[in-house]
């Protein structure tokens, strides 16, 4: 089985691919001083009560935005799983579509590996939004070459910087208000208020103007932890893929030869 690594800056993300389809995926906080050898005896314990053993695992994929995660992580799979990971964009795991920006080398991995899956899975002209650390949105067009985008605070990080830089603001949970409402009652209400509604507000301008800008019909695809949070109060995405990054790298994998 594939194993898929979408190490973010808050999250590492790993997933065992039967196929196509994700058989179980596990979570756990981005620290790059873990170690590979820390790593494996979290993945253990998982495998186990999964009724997996590591041998089951033969192939690794990994698209990383931490630098200082990737050598832990070949630790991971050449030490434990005795494979040779492949990395998202290099060698027989290349991106297979232009990256048609200035500076193409510092493109995120996530970002490139969402395209490609986007493209796979949906084709046409199209915009994929991101809700992670950051909040991206990419523009892939009807040949699936990567058009560039946009890079906005993700929510949390919002709400983070407000809690922050107040006195007396309380810390909140990020969660859909408690009505359609959008004049707050109490300081709580206001606040989710200002950061729920005010994102969805951002999101559906940029994703207007970019839609002018590209100048043809655009199907626009969510994707990250958040997505499902706010497809139910946007009509905004024409699909929601929470794993589309995952799905990314089984593609790239799947072209490299390897599963």
Known sequence: ???????????????????REIR???????????TGDEYAVWLSQ????????RSDVTAMIVS???????????????????????FAGEGAAGWGIEIDVEEPN?????????????????????IVVDFGTATTFDVVDFHGAYKGGIIAPGINLSLDALVSNTAKLPR?????????????????DQMLIGV??????MIEGLVGRMRAEIGR??????????????EEHTKLFDHVDPDLTLEGLAILAERAGVS
Do not use: Q
């Open 1 to 19: 089985m594939l194993l898929a690594v979408d190490c973010g800056n808050t999250n590492v993300v790993f997933a065992l691919f039967e196929g």
């Open 64 to 86: 990383t935005v931490v630098p200082r995660a990737r050598h832990n992580l070949e630790v991971l799979a050449e030490k434990y799983f005795h494979v040779t990971p492949l």
């Open 196 to 201: 729920f509604w005010g994102y969805v507000a």
């Open 217 to 230: 019909p655009a199907k626009i695809v969510a994707t990250g932890g958040l997505s499902l949070l706010f």
């Open 46 to 53: 998982l495998l186990a009560i999964e009724g997996l053993e």
């Open 106 to 126: 510092s493109l995120g991995t996530d970002r490139a590996v969402n395209a490609v899956a986007a493209h796979a899975k949906h084709g046409g002209d199209l």
């Open 172 to 188: 909140i949970a990020i969660e859909a208000p408690r009505s359609d409402s959008v004049i707050g009652r109490n300081t709580e």
């Open 24 to 34: 179980v995926r596990w979570r756990i906080a981005t620290d790059p001083r873990r």
